[in-house]
């Protein structure tokens, strides 16, 4: 994972409905922010086609985007098994991209996530927000999806330059 110079890192927060999606451009110790949204699927529409948009959807995101590197958020497990099922066919198209797009893709727990950014593997969605913020200053990102997308690209981006660091060590 040692690269000479920025890497941009796409965070993905993966859901059927809304898919959030947060670049970072990260270097050493220092992150920006380069760009997030979310891509809101039409929940009226059949399984298949809800699939193929979010496809579509993040295929452009890459595209116009360019990341080096993607992250996800892990899912936990529902009480609801046909939604955890549903989550879950959506999760492989949100891994299934970037891996097209030959980016290498990692994955991390939603409790790595928030202690990474947050300090503490509990934190509320309020907390993770208020932290992007600083961490991101100017981001614009105000709730949601793409503030969870852009913890995750930052939980990449220290877990990889650890990586690195441990790696040069060797």
């Given at each position: 994972?040692?690269?000479?110079?920025?890497?941009?890192?796409?965070?993905?927060?993966?859901?059927?409905?809304?898919?959030?999606?947060?670049?970072?451009?990260?270097?050493?110790?220092?992150?920006?922010?380069?760009?997030?949204?979310?891509?809101?699927?039409?929940?009226?529409?059949?399984?298949?086609?809800?699939?193929?948009?979010?496809?579509?959807?993040?295929?452009?995101?890459?595209?116009?985007?360019?990341?080096?590197?993607?992250?996800?958020?892990?899912?936990?497990?529902?009480?609801?098994?046909?939604?955890t099922l549903k989550l879950g066919q959506a999760r492989g198209i949100v891994l299934l991209v970037p891996a097209q797009a030959g980016l290498p893709v990692a994955e991390y727990p939603p409790n790595l996530v928030k202690?990474?950014?947050?300090?503490?593997?509990?934190?509320?969605?309020?907390?993770?927000?208020?932290?992007?913020?600083?961490?991101?200053?100017?981001?614009?990102?105000?709730?949601?999806?793409?503030?969870?997308?852009?913890?995750?690209?930052?939980?990449?981006?220290?877990?990889?330059?650890?990586?690195?660091?441990?790696?040069?060590?060797?």
């Amino acid at each position: 994972m040692s690269r000479a110079g920025p890497v941009r890192i796409l965070g993905l927060d993966p859901g059927l409905r809304h898919t959030g999606w947060g670049l970072i451009e990260a270097e050493g110790t220092r992150i920006r922010h380069r760009g997030h949204g979310v891509l809101n699927i039409d929940a009226s529409q059949g399984l298949s086609d809800r699939l193929a948009a979010l496809h579509a959807g993040l295929s452009e995101v890459v595209g116009a985007w360019t990341p080096d590197e993607a992250a996800v958020e892990e899912t936990f497990v529902n009480r609801n098994p046909v939604s955890t099922l549903k989550l879950g066919q959506a999760r492989g198209i949100v891994l299934l991209v970037p891996a097209q797009a030959g980016l290498p893709v990692a994955e991390y727990p939603p409790n790595l996530v928030k202690k990474t950014v947050v300090g503490t593997g509990h934190a509320a969605k309020e907390q993770v927000l208020a932290m992007v913020k600083v961490l991101l200053p100017g981001c614009g990102v105000v709730a949601g999806d793409a503030a969870d997308a852009l913890a995750v690209a930052i939980c990449h981006a220290q877990h990889r330059r650890h990586a690195s660091l441990a790696a040069s060590l060797r």
